[in-house]
């Protein structure tokens, strides 16, 4: 081994050898982090999905299919993530250590992908564990069925920690595979034949509705051993090049997540344009707002990895939505996750509006109000709403057996909502000065806390617009509410631009 080697691997070995009085400091933060933060909320969504909504949402005969639709996505979305940000990833300085040395890239990059796998499937496991869990304390299931189901979430986590490696190795086919995975996906949960020789149907099989499979788990858990094989192979196939662009990228957007700068943060993982770019996106036209639509439009095109995860969001919210009214279903919870997931969807999509907010603090450039200019921009995320909206919840809405128009009146306020929340997003601007200043109380400073509200208001908005719009039909009140909130907050920043 060169002597370059031999000094990379010291680095890796300080880097992920500890002491066991540091190792028992750490395991004492988390737990505290833990306990303080995470407890109570873990206490609600347990006492959310072991009530009387929540049982009947998990046992209903739709359930099963949901859980083939939310396997899929969660595949396809590893796929998807891992062009951006994959689990193998090393701080830069590290990355370039011990990538130019000749230690192989199974060996250095092991432990984040441990840690990264780690965290997927323990999340999956306790999904796996809430849905099964709700079940069984009801007497839906036995012990027998909650045990396979939440080995299928730890298999199911394995998976998707792969799909996430797998994505990162292989950026360009991540896309088309990731289709495919979508669409094998939905195949699956609208056709039950196809179920057995699917994994997101083996899924399917090992739901504790009383007739968990264990050869599906078996056909599964066989599935899980040989793509975990092929692990070694995919760090190898790791370059250089796109790991230090990927831990640069990762780097700046924490710096900038920690300053509470989360625009700039995200805007760091946006894409150049690729598809489409010798295509005319300004093309002049009788009707001022045809040019706009076609502008946003063809803006969209050309980064189509971007446009394809939106339109995915916005019809899961829109499917979340449909099962919001279903019958003894929690409409309130359903429907906050439908807004966030429309809220993020919308992201991809409002560029434009994002572009007429940045000009709107300074002079017109293009002869038009700024009023306008922000009216024309948001004619595209506006169309695209309207239709996987509307997509989403008939198809919903007719598989599932319930009413068409209420969701649809649903549908439609919640993406006018949604599109308000991003707008009042982008006219945000840079944090003002006033909030820099100490909050003093008798149980310390709050000024932190003050901050994090406001960098992240647009999320609680989002999650309120939802909660209305599925509650429109039993209490108009809370739409009334969100809605002058949403007008209020927009109003007063759209005056206060400059």
């Known amino acids: 081994m060169s002597s370059r080697s031999q000094a990379a691997l010291g680095i890796w070995r300080a880097r992920h050898t500890r002491s066991t009085a540091d190792r028992l400091y750490v395991i004492y933060a988390v737990f505290m982090v833990l306990l303080i933060t995470v407890a109570p909320v873990v206490r609600a969504v347990w006492l959310s999905a072991t009530s009387a909504a929540g049982v009947a949402l998990f046992a209903s005969p739709a359930a099963p299919g949901m859980a083939v639709l939310v396997t899929a996505v969660l595949w396809a979305s590893a796929l998807l993530l891992g062009r951006d940000r994959g689990p193998a990833l090393l701080p830069p300085f590290l990355t370039h250590a011990l990538g130019t040395s000749d230690l192989p890239r199974s060996e250095i990059l092991r432990v984040p992908l441990l840690q990264a796998g780690a965290i997927v499937t323990v999340l999956t496991t306790l999904a796996a564990a809430l849905v099964g869990g709700s079940l069984i304390s009801h007497g839906l299931t036995g012990p027998l069925g909650l045990g396979l189901f939440v080995l299928a979430g730890i298999l199911v986590g394995a998976i998707t920690t792969v799909a996430w490696l797998a994505g990162q190795a292989f950026p360009r086919v991540a896309i088309p595979v990731a289709l495919g995975v979508l669409a094998l996906g939905l195949l699956a949960a609208l056709i039950p034949a196809v179920q057995p020789f699917t994994p997101w149907g083996w899924v399917n099989l090992a739901y504790p509705n009383g007739s968990a499979s264990t050869s599906a788990i078996t056909s599964l858990a066989v599935l899980t051993v040989v793509l975990l094989a092929l692990v070694p192979t995919l760090l190898n196939r790791l370059h250089l ?258």
């Open 241 to 498: 090049a796109g790991l230090m662009t990927q831990a640069t990228r990762w780097e700046s957007a924490s710096t900038f997540a920690a300053s509470l700068d989360l625009g700039t943060a995200a805007a760091t993982y946006q894409g150049r344009p690729q598809l489409g770019r010798r295509l005319r996106a300004v093309r002049l036209n009788r009707s001022l707002p045809a040019t706009f639509l076609i502008r946003d439009a063809t803006g969209a095109i050309r980064t189509p990895g971007r446009l394809i995860v939106g339109v995915l969001a916005l019809a899961a919210g829109g499917t979340l939505l449909a099962f919001a009214f279903t019958p003894a279903a929690p409409g309130w919870m359903l429907g906050a996750v439908a807004g966030l997931l429309v809220f993020a969807g919308l992201g991809p999509l409002t560029d434009g509006i994002r572009h007429a907010a940045s000009v709107a603090f300074d002079l017109p450039l293009y002869g038009i109000s700024d009023g306008h200019l922000l009216t024309n921009h948001a004619l595209f995320p506006l169309a695209v709403l309207a239709v996987v909206l509307l997509i989403a919840v008939i198809v919903c809405s007719t598989s599932i057996g319930t009413g068409l128009l209420a969701p649809i009146i649903s549908s439609l306020i919640l993406g006018l909502l949604g599109l308000l929340t991003r707008i009042n997003s982008a006219l945000k601007g840079p944090m003002p000065t006033w909030l820099l200043t100490p909050v003093m109380t008798p149980v310390g400073d709050l000024s932190p806390a003050v901050r994090m509200m406001w960098s992240i208001d647009g999320i609680f908005l989002a999650a309120a617009a939802g909660a209305s719009a599925a509650l429109v039909a039993g209490s108009p009140q809370l739409l009334v509410v969100t809605g002058a909130i949403l007008l209020g907050v927009g109003a007063n920043r759209w005056c206060h631009r400059a």
